[in-house]
């Protein structure tokens, strides 16, 4: 089926991305933190098989970085250097989920050579490394939000479903007034009143809380239509006759008939959520220096000198596009599922 | 094929097994801003009695209540007045406690099996069910009796893995029949249970109805708006209309002298269709 | 009319809430807020006791909540430590300038979204429908931050718009009437454009389903068996009946355009709310940052309420029900 085809295609390029991100170590050449301040704003460096002599090389490489004010991005290339890229080579050490670490990157270039895929930044530091190590904090916290929202989602939606009454009333009266406020306003404010300067970690919990404590309504208010269907279906009315409990029923009878809206809820607001975190840190607001995440990564394009000559600052907000496309390809796909299935 | 129990006369002195007396149901609709109220009485003082061992079908028109009155029997809805007396007790004062044990003694069968049915678990699962909600036996033993309901209501072991959906309608309701068997209730209400089948699904089913109440003394209660079919197999007929019993007799009673005027309504209706019935048969025309 | 008391009452009971949680928000923040003043030798003591007196700070909870919504009420938001002024003022400039924003791009983006909906609706399944569908799933995915970051980028490549601001550096003092409102209307665009394309892709697509629904009632096709005009049809029969959702829409809307627009205004440096409140944030002057959200749910409550007349007046339904 066509559209069987184009989710695992969908779903096939975002397992690949989160794993990419997953692997930063491995695929990024350096790790986010390293400076090299003698190439601020270095433009990206070309990849060549093909040297100044005409020859052709199987192993690609670079050529060396060279400081020259003269020059129009402030760098001119050193042909006189040639510096070839080693693949699966050792390099520094790095963790992967803080389970197990190791030195193994996908390609690395000796030393004084720099490989700059996506250029560098202000402090000479690869932007494709952050970009990937960057992903780690964006992804995860956007994540972690989406599933806090939902789970939130999932508990209102259920009691205010399954009880009715007063209990429907003001849980809905609630989420109506979650879904009024503007998202960004809330962030802040409650942003403000936890302390600046806490423990990155610490912090990046407390973004996760606030930001998916504002977004539950939504699910909440699906689930909620849900449960409140599949409670008056002769199947749920059978097993009360056969003495079962509430809670027996909610979990092996109503919740099972919420799943297709749990997961197109989570792939909406995966990448809403993972686009707050950005914002957030953009503002100044997020983890913070050393820590990069997205946000970190477009700062910078807000300053004049950057925004005229270092295009490549871009490339980052830029690829984030097929990245959000194809959550949102997914969320639409799951949807018409469950609107075909839905009875 | 008859259902009719074996010693009938006997029975007439033993208690009933069952004894609705005034049951009451309002409906009470709220109109915008809880002003205007409209009050449906869907059940208005319901009296009827059954016996052991017997099949008594309660018969009306639509919206005479029947299905209300299933309900309310099956303890599935709340009555507003009056008492349900089964085995001597009444069910509506009963505790928690004992009303889930007296869950295992009545069961209902609903109208579509489909909808009765989830359709994420398999036939063995369903079966099963009330067996895990009951707390009764092992995982093995509560299996065991799946299957033993299954080949009793003459559904192969080999599809207790399918789900409801890959069965036909008949075959779907012997789930639901094997489903509430598997406590072995003493009262079985069927809501319309055989309405939804085709005729030969239906002869089949009555008959395995009337196997299992000669085995093991299972009481029926047909819940139907067809008196003509009804009238073949059930021992007792209870005539319902406008949420009250109007006349309860044994059923060839009734079927010759009626009394009350509703029920004479439904004959002459059901003589209307018969002698249709008849006269395109002469002519050949069936 | 009892469908607008109903709504009013509502909206008194929403600011009362949000008031209340403005509120909680102050009590959050660690310390007494008035120490900081101390310090500050441009500030008498003689205010820094006014305030506390005012504010009750040495009072109970309950007491303090009542003061602080009474001196709402009397149009005083506290102080503000970073600006050492109150906060009232300060609010009442930048609030005018996000509402001139939000204004214009809401105008700006409904102005673009209805003809686009409505010829979608009518040509639906024909190339202007595909083609305006892949532009709002297209615009839909692109993040509102990379959209406004672009326009910046924009203006800054071409110098056709202003990069910031409301009215140039240059600004000549005694320049006339026309002259300024000119100055911030160029200054205006390329926020007022990327608030206007951030919210277009779901307006256009709830007045395409919307007018979709409405074009197969029967009573439309009466119309058309009339022979009235395709046009007239659309605008002056079918659109009418749309509205209903769409003015529901609005007033959803409010909250995600205030949103939008704070990011647009920081960084499109025009000066309204969202810088106040962001700066305010980084520095903790939190009867700011308690003012703007207080200012921003009375935008919200108040949008929702017009849109609420909107609907009892354009409505039968509503005014016969209440």
């Known amino acids: 089926m066509k559209r069987r085809r184009k989710l695992w295609i969908t779903l096939g390029f975002l397992a690949a991305f989160h794993l990419a991100v997953l692997f930063a170590g491995f695929f990024a050449p350096y790790n986010f933190a390293t400076q090299n301040r003698e190439f601020p704003f270095a433009p990206p460096t070309r990849v060549h098989f093909v040297d100044a002599q005409g020859n052709f090389r199987l192993r690609p490489f670079v050529y060396g970085l060279q400081n020259d004010s003269s020059a129009l991005s402030g760098f001119t290339t050193d042909f006189g250097r040639v510096y070839p890229i080693h693949f699966l080579a050792s390099g520094a050490r790095y963790e992967v989920a803080g389970i197990f670490s190791s030195s193994l990157h996908l390609f690395e270039v000796d030393s004084p050579g720099r490989i700059f895929l996506l250029g560098s930044d202000g402090y000479g530091r690869d932007q494709l490394s952050r970009f990937l190590y960057g992903g780690q904090l964006s992804l995860l916290a956007g994540l972690l939000a989406a599933a806090l929202s939902v789970g939130i989602g999932i508990a209102i939606g259920a009691l205010a479903g399954f009880y009715g009454g007063w209990i429907d009333d003001v849980l809905m009266r609630g989420a109506e007034l979650f879904l009024a406020l503007p998202w960004l306003y809330l962030l802040l404010a409650v942003r403000s009143a936890l302390p600046l300067h806490v423990s990155e970690w610490q912090v990046f919990l407390l973004l996760i809380c606030a930001i998916g404590l504002i977004g539950w309504s939504r699910p909440g208010r699906l689930i909620r239509g849900a449960v409140l269907s599949a409670k008056e279906r002769n199947f749920v009315v059978a097993a009360r006759g056969f003495g079962a409990s509430n809670l027996f029923l909610l979990r092996r009878h109503v919740l099972p008939q919420t799943y297709g809206i749990i997961l197109t809820q989570l792939a909406l607001l995966a990448p809403q959520y993972i686009l707050a975190e950005v914002t957030l840190t953009f503002l100044g607001l997020g983890v913070g220096e050393p820590m990069p995440s997205w946000g970190s990564l477009f700062a910078p394009l807000q300053q004049y000198a950057v925004l005229v000559s270092d295009w490549w600052m871009f490339i980052p907000a830029v690829i984030l596009v097929p990245v959000f496309l194809a959550y949102y390809s997914a969320a639409d796909t799951l949807q018409e599922r469950l609107k075909s299935v839905a009875l | ?286 | 009319m009892r469908f607008i008391f109903r709504r009013l009452a509502h909206a008194v009971l929403l600011l009362l809430a949000i008031s209340f949680l403005s509120f909680a928000l102050l009590q959050l923040t660690p310390g007494d807020f008035f120490d900081g003043l101390r310090l500050n030798p441009e500030i008498s003591q003689q205010t820094i006791e006014g305030l506390r007196a005012q504010y009750g700070l040495d009072r109970p909870l309950p007491v303090r909540y009542e003061r602080w919504v009474a001196a709402l009420l009397h149009g005083q938001l506290g102080f503000s430590l970073a600006y050492k002024s109150p906060v009232g003022p300060l609010l009442r400039e930048r609030a005018w300038n996000t509402l001139v924003l939000t204004g214009t791009a809401t105008l700006l983006s409904w102005l673009i979204a209805i003809p686009i909906g409505v010829w979608s609706a009518a040509a639906k399944g024909k190339w202007p429908d595909r083609i305006s569908g892949v532009a709002t799933s297209t615009l839909l995915t692109i993040p509102d931050l990379l959209l406004f970051l672009l326009l910046l980028l924009l203006a800054v490549r071409t110098g056709w718009f202003p990069s910031g601001g409301m009215v140039s550096a240059a600004g000549d003092a005694n320049a006339g009437l026309w002259a300024t409102a000119f100055d911030i209307a160029q200054h205006l665009v390329l926020p007022a454009a990327g608030l206007a394309l951030v919210a277009l892709p779901a307006l256009v697509r709830h007045i395409r389903s919307s007018m979709i629904e409405v074009l197969a009632s029967p009573f439309i096709r009466a119309a058309r068996a009339h022979g009235i005009s395709r046009m007239r049809i659309l605008f002056r029969y079918a659109l009418p009946v749309a509205a209903n959702p769409l003015i529901s829409l609005f007033g959803l809307s409010i909250a995600g355009m205030l949103s939008a627009s704070a990011l647009a205004e920081v960084v499109l440096s025009w000066p309204g709310l969202g810088p106040l409140l962001l700066e305010s944030v980084l520095a903790r002057d939190v009867y700011v940052v308690a003012g703007t959200v207080m200012v921003a749910a009375v935008f919200l409550i108040g949008g929702n309420l017009l849109a609420d007349l909107l609907l009892f007046a354009v409505d039968p339904r509503i005014r016969t029900d209440s």
Do not use: W
């Not at chain 2, 009056?82 to 069961?107: K, M, N, P, V, Y």
């Not at chain 2, 009796?145 to 893995?161: F, I, Q, T, W």
């Not at chain 2, 009804?230 to 007799?249: C, L, N, P, W, Y």
């Open chain 2, 1 to 286: 094929m008859t259902m009719k129990s074996p010693d009938a006369e006997a029975d007439n002195r033993s208690e009933p097994l069952l004894e609705v007396r005034d049951l009451s149901k309002e409906y009470i609709q709220r109109g915008r801003l809880s002003r205007a109220k409209n009050t449906v009485n869907a059940l208005a003082g319901v009296n009827l009695k059954i016996r052991r061992g017997s099949t008594v079908a309660i018969v009306g028109a639509s919206g005479s209540g029947k299905s209300t009155l299933a309900r309310c029997v099956a303890l599935l809805e709340q009555p507003t007045r009056g008492e349900i007396i089964f085995e001597g007790r009444d069910l509506l004062a009963l505790s928690t406690r004992e009303l889930f044990r007296i869950r295992r003694c009545i069961q209902l069968i609903f109208q579509d099996p489909t909808s009765a049915l989830d359709p994420r678990l398999s036939a063995a699962e369903l079966i099963a069910e009330p067996l895990v909600i009951q707390r009764i036996g092992t995982k093995e033993e509560r299996q065991a009796k799946a299957r033993e309901a299954m080949e009793r209501v003459g559904l192969p072991a080999s599809c207790e893995n399918k789900r409801p959906l890959e069965f036909s309608g008949g075959q779907r309701q012997r789930i639901a029949i094997a489903r509430a068997l598997v406590l072995e209730p003493a009262l079985l209400i069927l809501d319309e249970a055989l309405s939804s089948l085709d005729l030969a699904n239906q002869e089949s089913i009555l008959s395995l109805l009337s196997e299992l109440q000669g085995a093991c003394g299972i009481t029926y209660v047909h819940i139907s708006h067809d008196l003509r079919s009804v009238s073949e197999f059930a021992d007792e007929i209870a005539v319902m209309h406008t949420g009250r019993i109007v006349e309860q007799k044994r059923a060839a009673e009734l079927v010759a002298s009626a009394e009350h005027a509703h029920t004479q309504e439904l004959l002459a209706a059901m003589r209307t269709v018969e002698s249709i019935c008849a006269e395109r048969r002469a002519k050949g025309l069936v």
